[in-house]
């Protein structure tokens, strides 16, 4: 079991900038990609940013909304995933959430939350105009 806490989020005007974190404890000795979803009301669950295993060294994938002015991370002991989203928008106001997918060993990181095995709680962000 994984368990995963996000923290960061807040009330911003547009154009501003959060940082959110998600702290992983539990059975973190094996490989996760791990993903940043979001879901503002009425909306589906979508894909935002993630991180994904390649052998040894890891990859990051974004949005086409996001890209450029958001960026995912991880800190050296791999327990905690950074996301730093500048030059926010509107559009962007939304509950975002911190997931881990155990590594399978392919080279995949997967955007849909079905593909998901563990989930945050869940932090609003909100941007005003």
């Known amino acids: 079991q994984v368990q995963l806490v996000e923290s960061g989020g807040g009330s911003v005007q547009a154009g501003g900038s959060l940082r959110l974190s998600c702290a992983a404890s539990?059975?973190?000795?094996?490989?996760?990609?791990m993903g940043w979803f979001r879901q503002a009301p009425g909306k589906d669950r979508s894909f935002v940013a993630g991180l994904g295993w390649m052998g040894s060294i890891y990859y990051v994938d974004y949005t086409d909304s996001v890209k450029g002015r958001f960026t995912i991370s991880r800190d050296t002991a791999g327990n905690t995933v950074n996301l730093q989203m500048n030059s926010l928008k509107p559009e962007d106001t939304a509950v975002y959430y911190c997931a881990a997918a155990e590594w399978t060993g392919m080279a995949v990181l997967a955007k849909t939350p079905g593909a998901y095995d563990y989930w945050g709680q869940g932090t609003q962000v909100t941007v005003s105009s």
């Open positions: 539990g059975r973190t000795g094996s490989k996760y990609n």
